[in-house]
Structure formats: C-alpha cells, structure tokens
C-alpha cells in the first residue's frame, strides 16, 4: 500500500513537469527511410565468438541438396544440438503456462490469421525445423529436421519459402514464390550458408518474428524491420549508433532454451540476475537495476519512488510502431469474401503512412477490414507477467467482446507493474451453437475447404474444426475479439521518455487504471482529501493576509 501512496503522492512534487514532443511530432516525413527490403539486409553487427572458421570445414565443402543435408553435417560436431532444439518452444510450438493451460503456437487461436491447424504448411514455414505439414501429428522427430541456418546463417542471404513447411526455396525457384518475409524468393545458396555460420543477428530473428501474423509489425507493433538497422530514436539498444545489440544480448540461450516468454513474463525486480547470464527471462533491472535515475536530483528521486509500480517499458516506448513500419490494429474477418461485380477478389488500399506515404490494404477480399497505425500510444493495465488465454473448447459470452488472451495483475497484490500494451482490436468466426472460438481453414491452393479459394465460411469453419478435433455444433457467427500484446521493444531515448504529466492528468495515459492518482479524480481518496486541504489552506492563507492588510490599513487611517 506504502508504494501505491508513494506513486499518487508523485504528483504533488514532480507530476506538472511538461510532456516532452513525441517521436512523431520530431520527425519530419521522409526523414527516416523506409525498412529496408528483407533480402538486401547486410549482417547485422554480431561478434562471433566461435573459435571454427566453418569455412575450412571439409565437410561443408560440398553442394547440399536440402536443409536437412546442411543440418546432418553440423550435427557430426554439434551432436547434441538436434535434440536441445527439439526440447525448445521454438521446435515444440507448445508451452505449459505458469497458470496451468498449455499453451504455444499449435494450441491457441489468435485473432490474426486463426490457428495453425487445417493451415500447414503456411503457418510452419517459419518452424525451426523442416516439414511440420500435419499439426494433428507431433512435429518431426528425425534428427535432421531441425533447421541450424535459420538462427546462425550469416550471410544475409538464407530464407525460408512462404509456404514451404519451413523448407528454403532451392535452383530453380518457381516463379511466383515468396519468402517468409514476403518477398520474391531467390534460389538459397546453402553451402555459403553453412559455410558462415556464427551466433544470431537481429536479422535471424527478424526474419520470423518481425513478420507474424503476415507482414512487417503486422503482430506485435513493436517488432519491425526497422529494428534490422534502427536510428538512435527508435532503439537506443539496437540501434548501431547506441548499444548496437543483438536480441539474444537479452534473449540469452541456454543449450538452445531462448529466454524471454509473451506468455510468462517476469513483471517484478531483478536485479539480482546478471546480464548475459543463465536466467528465465530478459530484465531491465538486470542492467539498469531497481534505482537507474539519478539519484541526487529531484527528478530522479522521484522517478526511482516509481519502480516498484512501473514497468520501464511504460515510460521509455512513449509510442510503438516507430520506424516507419506501422501495425495492424484492427482486423475484421466479418467482412472478407465481398468479390467484385465480375465476382473477382478486391483490394482497396486506403491507409497511408504518415511516415514513408506507403499505401496499406484497408480491405481484401480474402481477410476483411484493417486499420493501422504508427507511433501508436500504448494501452496500459496492471500486468504480474501472466496471460490466460480464451482456448478451444472454453465457453465464452457472444454477448460480451472477448479476450483472446486475459491480462491478469492487480494494483494492490504486490507483484504487478503498471505495463504497455498493444490491444487488438478483431471479429473473428466462432461457433455460434456451441458459444465456443473456431479454428478456420484459411490457406490451400489446392482445396476446396480453403477460404482463400473458395470464399466459403462454411466449408472454412468445418474443416478447419474437423483438423483440430474439436466439437463444432455447425453453426457459425462472427464475435469481437481483443488481444493484448506486451510491449518492450523500442526503447527510446531517454529525453523522450513519457513525463509525468502525461498520465497524471484527468484526460492522461492512465485515465481510468485503478490505483492511480488523478488530480480531482477522487476527492475522497486520502491524496484528494490531502489536495483539496491544501488548496483550501493557501486560500485561507491568501484570504486571511487580505484581512489582516485590510485592518492594519484602517488603523492606520484612524492616528491621522
């Protein structure tokens, strides 16, 4: 409770500073160039700490027919590295929950692109591995399946084909085909790139995880292709002008366990847990410890008084979706399958980036409605680092907007920061009979199920429900949905951090979070009954030193 005062009593001595411009108001358009194209990004700056020049390897000095030849040679040194990545999330796509549900990409339903079941090999074209095609089925369990050059190829020129079960595309590349990043694919050289491999760059992961859910930030909002070579403004810690890290300097690894999770994130201190060292999760605290301000002034007093309530994120990623890559923030479902009058699929593209004046789908006939956004001001909630998710099978109100995923934490238990999120906005098909979220067969060139080629829920919902095993009453409507998406990349500069004015006020950032003081928002509150006595004090103060110049004045007059 003591930490909780020492927050809403911060407005009383700090709270009226002015809030700084943000990055949008900073940015003249065209000063920050567009992402640049995923196939032409050089190596990210990453010392390789191996003692092997791969390229003296004999055995990598061949041709390589497949992936799986590539990773057959590294495993005559790297023999136990198959079977730690197949214990990882990244292989698994399963993930057992600190609050008890399982989890991972094979288990839940989002409210981008669905679920992966019914979609392979779509969806598994950025598994860690090669050919997942059958979520009904485990993934593969020969040794060889596991994909060594997508985290430690360093030659920029690795990729993986959109719709090839994670497989790259090889000589003769059929035209038409596209990388994961959506780019036209190029035929992969895969000796060159086994030949230089190191430890992963920002462009390793990048190439994945800055491209879910479809396209560039599309996600999360806080993971771009403006990270592969951020300014300064946009990330103080990738940025090549300030720390120049690469994600596994936070994300470290353990005999292939990456740390850090969306689903259980570590939202109190610690300190304690060194950077670089074997840990569960990134921490800021971890560099920056429990009192990174200056101490010694009275900014910095103040602000350090706030870390046990607020997340570091929540004040220094004033804005996601920076950098010239906005993200989706809204997706209708409801409205996909309008064709035009020659029964030909539509596309309007209505949205333009303030940032690069790129034009973005706002409507398509094969997924709906979109709106967008760029440097986007966060939704705020308290947050103890666990989500619980809405899964298949769960019962759920279609009377009320839905949680995809449920953030849970509270102002008063101790643990829970205030955090920034990115909070999708969606409706999406779900079974109407059975009040329950569906899965919906959405890719297939060469079906009859598929939405995408048939533009038939129906068809859609069935079989993407029979692929899952799931119960489906064969009845169908469509429910809004939200989902929230922890926001912690991006860091900006310190100078642009959010000040305190911007949430201590009637219209601020945490208008309406519990546990916040707002001035005038509670009067009876102790802190509001503390405010309004000393306004009403200074007014007496005033009042009476009227008064009493008011009767000296009049004594005065008399002894003439």
Request: charged share 20%; proline share 7%; net charge negative.
């Amino acid at each position: 409770m003591l930490s909780r005062m020492r927050l809403a009593v911060a407005i009383l001595g700090f709270g009226l500073a002015a809030a700084t411009p943000t990055f949008a108001e900073t940015v003249q358009t065209g000063a920050v160039p567009p992402p640049p194209a995923p196939a032409s990004v050089a190596k990210a700056s990453v010392a390789n700490t191996s003692t092997a020049d791969h390229s003296k390897f004999e055995i990598l000095q061949k041709a390589f027919a497949s992936g799986p030849e590539v990773t057959a040679a590294c495993l005559t040194c790297h023999t136990e590295a198959d079977d730690e990545i197949m214990h990882s999330i990244h292989f698994q796509w399963s993930y057992e929950s600190q609050s008890g549900q399982t989890l991972g990409k094979r288990n839940v339903i989002n409210s981008f692109c669905g679920s992966v079941s019914s979609n392979e090999p779509r969806c598994t074209s950025c598994h860690a591995g090669y050919g997942w095609d059958d979520m009904a089925e485990a993934p593969p369990a020969q040794e060889t399946a596991a994909d060594c050059l997508a985290c430690h190829d360093r030659t920029g020129q690795y990729t993986k084909t959109a719709t090839g079960a994670g497989h790259p595309p090889l000589a003769p590349v059929k035209p038409g085909t596209l990388t994961i990043t959506g780019a036209a694919a190029w035929p992969v050289d895969l000796a060159k790139a086994a030949q230089s491999v190191g430890m992963p760059g920002r462009d390793n992961c990048g190439n994945c995880h800055f491209y879910g859910g479809g396209g560039d930030n599309v996600k999360h909002g806080d993971l771009s292709s403006a990270l592969y070579e951020p300014p300064l403004e946009v990330d103080v810690h990738m940025s090549p002008d300030g720390e120049n890290m690469t994600c596994s300097t936070c994300h470290v690894e353990e005999q292939h366990q990456w740390a850090g999770s969306r689903y259980d994130v570590i939202a109190a201190d610690h300190p304690d847990i060194a950077p670089g060292g074997p840990r569960e999760t990134a921490s800021c605290e971890s560099c920056h410890s429990e009192t990174p301000h200056e101490a010694l002034s009275l900014d910095g007093m103040k602000l350090n008084d706030h870390t046990d309530v607020l997340a570091c994120q929540t004040c220094h990623i004033p804005e996601f979706a920076r950098g010239g890559a906005p993200t989706k923030t809204l997706w209708d479902w409801s409205t996909a399958g309008r064709l035009d009058e020659t029964g030909k699929p539509i596309v309007e593209s209505d949205w333009i980036s303030p940032t690069t004046g790129e034009h973005f789908h706002t409507y398509m006939s094969k997924k709906g409605d979109f709106d967008w956004g760029e440097d986007v001001v966060p939704y705020y909630a308290w947050f103890d680092g666990h989500v619980e998710y809405t899964l298949p099978g769960q019962t759920l109100d279609p009377d009320q907007v839905v949680e995809i995923n449920r953030i849970t934490g509270d102002a008063e238990d101790g643990v829970s920061r205030i955090w920034p999120f990115k909070r999708m906005a969606g409706r999406q098909p779900f079974d109407s009979g059975n009040n329950t979220l569906v899965a919906t067969h959405i890719w297939g060139p060469t079906t009859d199920t598929a939405f995408w080629t048939n533009f038939d829920w129906a068809k859609s919902v069935e079989a993407g429900m029979a692929a899952m095993g799931a119960d489906y009453s064969g009845e169908y409507g469509f429910i809004d949905t939200q989902m929230y998406w922890p926001i912690t990349h991006m860091v900006a500069p310190a100078e642009d951090a959010v000040r305190c004015a911007a949430c201590h006020a009637q219209e601020g950032r945490l208008v309406g979070l519990a546990g916040i003081y707002m001035p005038g928002s509670n009067p009876n509150s102790i802190v509001g009954i503390l405010g309004v006595l000393m306004v009403l004090a200074t007014f007496l103060g005033v009042l009476g030193h009227g008064l009493l110049r008011l009767v000296s004045r009049k004594k005065g007059g008399s002894h003439e």
